[in-house]
């Protein structure tokens, strides 16, 4: 599995990049909007724990942030943009 992470400044160009690199290399693009879905959809133990801690206004660990990519993701090649830190970045 490969992973791609793209991090900056709001509106600096993270998803137009991972949009491109997604066309050029067949990757899937994993961002808030990705992860928005999967907390809203998602049933499992660790999208509900996520969900809780970022209505909370809680930084999501990386133990837990991982897994959130996993389930986004499953075994697919990806490009991560950015990270959110609370619900209202999702």
Known sequence: MMVVAIVGNPSS??????????????LTVIG???????LSTA????ASEAKTLLERGSVL???????????ADGELDAVVV?????????
Do not use: F, H, N
């Not at 160009?13 to 067949?26: E, M, N, P």
């Not at 808030?32 to 999967?38: I, N």
């Open 13 to 26: 160009g993270k998803r137009t990049l991972a949009a491109a690199l997604c066309v050029q290399r067949s």
């Open 32 to 38: 808030p909007l990705e992860l928005r879905a999967v």
């Open 43 to 46: 049933g499992t133990p660790i």
């Open 61 to 71: 660990s990386d133990r837990l942030y991982g897994s959130l990519l996993a389930e």
């Open 82 to 90: 950015g990270r959110p830190r609370t619900i209202d970045e999702l």
